[in-house]
C-alpha cells in the first residue's frame, strides 16, 4: 500500500524565506487582479495598486487603449501617481519630467540641453494587462503564457453564466485582514470539506453541498454545485426561468489569487487576495457586481450576509490555522483524496499544494 499523500510542510506557511521567494518566483509570474475596468472608463482615467510588492498604475490613453505601468519615474525613481483619478498628461512631482498616456517621454525642463539627450528613448516600463470580460489581470512577467493558455475554457464558461458580464460595475468591495499566510486562506478558499460544520448559511441557504465538486483545468480550480431543491431554502430571491444556468453555482479559481464566483441566479461575485508585508498577512477582498438596480439590490444583501456568515466563519478558520503551524506538536496529515471526488475531498489542495511546490522548490 501506497502511504497517503500528506500536506505541506508548515514552513511554507511560516518561513519569511520561502515568503520572498512566493513574491518573486511566483505571484512576479502569474496572473493577478488589477481592477476593474468601470475604474478607467475615460481617457486618462487611473488607479493605482501592488503586486507583490511592486507599485503598479493602469491608465487608458487618448486611444482608448489600456495600459498597466510600474508606477516609477524613468529620471530618478520618484513615484508618478497616488490612488486614482484622471490625469491630462502624467507629470512626476519631482522635478516635472511629463510623459504621455502611452507612457513615452514629452519633456522635462532644460532635458535638451543635454549633450546627447534622446528624448525617444525613454519610456515608463509597461506590464502586461488581460481583459478578461472587463476583469483587468497583469502580470509582471513579460513572456507569461496568456490567461486563455494558463486557464482553459474559463473565459467562454464564465460568459456563459454571467449573460450580463459585459454591463457589470462593482457595487461592493468588502476588505478582509487576516492574520494568516496567504496559502492558508486560499486553501481554506478552495475545498468545502470544512463547509457543512461551519458555514451553515452558504451550505443550506445558497448551495447544495451534495453536488458540490472541484476539479482542477488548467491552472484553474473549478467548482460546481447546484442551488437547493427548495426554493424557499435560499437565502434570496432567485428566477430558475430566466437562462439555462440560473439553478447553478459554479466558480473559476485562477492560481494563485482570484475567483469568479457566480451564485445560482447568476448573481457574480469575486475574492481576490495580496499579500500583507509579513509572511502571516493577507487582505482578502469580497467584490460585488451588478448591472441593474435590481441585481445591485441582491449583490447589497448578499455582501452583507456573506461578510457576517462565510467571510467570518471563515477568519476564525485561518486564524487558527496559522497558529497551528506554528505549533511544534504539528506534523502535516494525509489528505482525504476520495477517488470518486465530491463535496469531502481533498483533490483541490492537492493540486494547490503543487503548483506552490513547482514554483518555489527549485529556489529553496
Ligand atoms: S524623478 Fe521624476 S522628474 Fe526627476
Ligand atoms: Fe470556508
Partial sequence: ??????????????????????????LATTWQFAGHESQVKNPGDYFTFSIAGENLFCIRDREGNLNCFYNVCQHRAHEL??????????????????????????????????????????CLTSVRLENFHGFLFVNLD???????????????ELASYVPNILDLTPVEYVEVFEKTNWKVSVENYSECYHCSRNHPTFANGVIKPSTYDIQPQGYCLRHTTECQDDLSDMTYEIDLESNDKAGKYSSWFLWPMFSFQVYPGNVLNTYHWRVGDAVDEVIMYRGWYA??????????????????????????????????????GYKPGPLVLDPNGGVNSEHSIKALQEWTKEAVDQHL
Fill in 1 to 26: 500500500m501506497t502511504e497517503p499523500l500528506k500536506s505541506l510542510d508548515a514552513r511554507y506557511y511560516v518561513d519569511p524565506a520561502i515568503f520572498a521567494i512566493e513574491k518573486q518566483h511566483l
Fill in 81 to 122: 501617481v497616488e490612488g486614482e483619478g484622471n490625469a491630462r498628461l502624467l507629470i512626476c512631482p519631482y522635478h516635472t519630467w511629463t510623459y504621455e498616456l502611452s507612457g513615452e517621454l514629452r519633456m522635462g525642463p532644460n532635458v535638451l540641453s543635454t549633450p546627447g539627450f534622446d528624448r525617444s528613448k525613454i
Fill in 142 to 156: 513579460n513572456d507569461a503564457k496568456p490567461m486563455d493558455e494558463w486557464f482553459p475554457g474559463a473565459r467562454e
Fill in 291 to 328: 448591472f441593474d438596480e435590481k441585481s445591485e439590490a441582491i449583490a447589497r444583501q448578499l455582501a452583507v450576509q456573506d461578510r457576517d456568515t462565510t467571510v467570518a466563519e471563515d477568519i476564525r478558520l485561518v486564524e487558527s490555522i496559522q497558529r497551528g503551524m506554528n505549533s511544534r
